[in-house]
């Protein structure tokens, strides 16, 4: 897939801005016609094996931006944890207009909000898990979507994409967890500004410090997403597994024996050996056909 242009970034952000009026309008003409419920439904997940090795987690929850209730993160969780038979990657994505736009506040006023939001446990599966995961961000990632987006390995996203932590703005001191992941991810000095100062990052500064690996349309994004992780899943589950790892160490996420996880790669009849024995097939000189020497008959003095 070629990389989108400015006017093609241009021309998404406007879609999505009139698909975004739209959408606001709409619900504000179905909440005119009905009651206010008490109690709005969580953001369910649906995971689903897409072939090629891929699993998809998706939220399912757009109408309220896929806000982040107990039951919600219980369910992302449970299907890293426990993954479905044959996944060597993830994909996880949302559906429209954002791709999370935080914890379920609604939620956290009916129970005990300090085990909901910003929660030291909350996505720990994925960060902790040897499988590799994609996900396809759109619109708002705010808070703990920021946190469950910090928490794959890579960020594909549309132009309109925007992260922010209003954790100040909301009375919030966030978690030692959730703070580490962000200064890790994003460096010291931009995670000040987003806790403390309450910057927001925009798609084309995401992409130049790394935060996201590319940027598409928003009609591409789930198709790239899925490409990506597909590409993923057919290289050597030994080694995608076996570097993420490692990279989790290096992060301070995990603990493993890295020296082993190296030489794991070396066996005899591994993915790597594979990999040598057709590289040095491909490069070996082929010999050249003998050719046929007519005999010079002495002549005639």
Known sequence: ????????????????????????????????????VAAPPATTVSVTS???????????GGERRNVLGRSTISAIEEAVANPLAGTRAFVLTAEAPDFCAGYDLIEASRGVASDLIAYEENFAP???????????????????????????DVRVASPEVRFAIPASKLGLVYSETGVRLVVSMLGEALARAMFVGGQDLKAEAALSIGLISEMVGR??????????????????????????????????????????????????????????????????????????????LPSDS
Not at 50 to 60: C, K
Request: proline share 4%; net charge positive; hydrophobic share 45%.
């Open 219 to 296: 009609e591409q994004l789930r198709e790239r997403a899925i490409a990506l992780a597909t590409e993923i899943a057919s290289w050597s589950a030994l080694a995608s597994s076996g570097n993420r790892q490692i990279l989790d160490v290096i992060a301070g996420r995990v603990e493993a024996d890295t020296a082993a996880l190296r030489l794991a790669s070396f066996a005899d009849h591994g993915d790597l050996a594979q990999s040598i024995h057709q590289f040095v097939t491909r490069r070996r000189p082929v010999a050249p056909a003998p050719t046929s020497v007519t005999p010079t």
């Open 126 to 152: 994925l960060r902790r898990s040897k499988i590799p995961l994609v996900a396809a961000l759109q619109g708002n990632v705010i808070g703990g979507g920021l946190e469950l987006a910090l928490s794959v």
């Open 1 to 36: 897939m070629a990389p989108i242009t400015r006017f093609g970034r241009s021309l998404s952000l406007v879609q999505s801005r009139l698909e975004s009026r739209w959408r606001r309008s709409a619900r504000w003409m179905r909440h005119r016609r009905r009651a206010r």
């Open 50 to 60: 897409i072939g090629g090795g891929v699993t998809e987690i998706r939220l399912l």
